[in-house]
């Protein structure tokens, strides 16, 4: 059997990582356009990694910290939407380059064994979306089933169609150089990646109370309450320790993308640990424990077993 918080820990070093990810991509996307827009802010023998100290701290204290306060996610919503935009935007860009790219005596090769390994674990990430179905639940004013489904149905499919063609217009656009961790890294110097730099930046940012949402309630629930840790329905979190948890997890994971400066490192980690653990571990184990109470007396109990099996070796791999 699974222990009562595995998943609640699993569900918060997820979602902690994922806020150092999120550092770590605005550290590469603002300081080259903070030293190219304010120069006279540095002198010359100022390095990059000073400009992007400075940067991260600013911005986790002045932005994302104060979103991270917000108690209800639905004031979001509006500032959500308008981050999408820089998503076609990216896709648009992306397309360009791949008009423009000379493929004379390129060979585009279709399928590539090298790197799965190491990208392996960032693949099990996109199936760990489910952990912020509590936080849109409690966003919808018809929070029924059939909403849940459309509105699943829905995300998954636009997410779907953009990393498909994010993944072929980038593959085509950049085969003849080297593929850095975060792709906008690759983008040429103009304005069009300039407004998608600022574009994904700004989504990174805003994203932040979604993240810090249920991880903040777990460690409350961990940490304070006396109660069965319940994600969907948590219990208010008095003010004080509201700010003590959202500073701690802001700073915590600031801290951490300062040390550590490379995106595929921190989500290959999160992937191959947390993200196997709520993906495939604690939903297996879940499973058959319901399956033990409900279904083991008319089932042979080798059918269970084999399922235990089946479930735990998955996980492993």
């Not at 030293?35 to 100022?46: L, N």
């Not at 986790?60 to 104060?66: L, M, N, S």
């Not at 790197?115 to 392996?120: F, Q, R, S, V």
């Not at 699943?152 to 950049?174: E, H, P, Q, W």
Request: proline content about 6%.
């Amino acid at each position: 059997s699974i222990k009562p918080h595995t998943h609640t820990h699993s569900i918060t070093g997820l979602n902690a990582g994922t806020l150092v990810a999120f550092f770590v991509i605005v550290g590469d996307l603002i300081p080259p356009l903070v030293v190219m827009w304010a120069p006279h802010f540095f002198s010359p023998d100022t390095s990059y990694s000073s400009v992007r100290v400075v940067v991260l701290v600013v911005l986790g204290v002045c932005v994302a910290f104060p979103l991270s306060l917000i108690r209800d996610v639905k004031n979001m919503s509006a500032v959500s939407l308008l981050s999408l935009v820089s998503y076609p935007i990216l896709i648009l860009r992306l397309l360009l380059l791949m008009l423009k790219t000379d493929y004379a005596g390129t060979t585009v090769a279709l399928w590539n064994w090298n790197g799965i390994i190491p990208c392996l674990p960032i693949f099990l990430l996109a199936y760990t979306c489910h952990t912020q179905l509590f936080g849109i639940h409690g966003t919808l004013q018809d929070p029924s089933v059939h909403k849940m489904t459309t509105v699943i149905n829905r995300s998954l499919t636009s997410v779907g169609v953009v990393y498909a063609l994010v993944a072929i217009f980038g593959y085509l656009s950049f085969c003849n150089v080297e593929v850095r961790g975060d792709i906008l890294a690759n983008l040429p110097s103009d304005y069009f990646s300039t407004l998608t730099r600022v574009g994904f930046a700004t989504s990174v940012l805003v994203t932040f109370p979604l993240l810090v949402f249920p991880c903040r309630n777990c460690i409350h629930s961990l940490l304070f309450s006396k109660a069965q840790v319940d994600v969907s329905f948590p219990e208010p979190i008095p003010q004080g320790k509201f700010v003590l948890i959202t500073s701690a997890l802001v700073g915590g994971a600031l801290l951490v993308a300062i040390y550590i400066p490379n995106v595929e490192l921190v989500l290959a980690l999160m992937g191959s640990t947390m993200g196997v653990l709520i993906s495939f571990v604690c939903p297996g184990f879940m499973f058959v424990a319901a399956a033990q109470h409900s279904v083991v007396q008319h089932s042979p109990t080798s059918h269970v077993t084999r399922a235990k099996v089946r479930l735990t070796m998955q996980g492993q791999l």
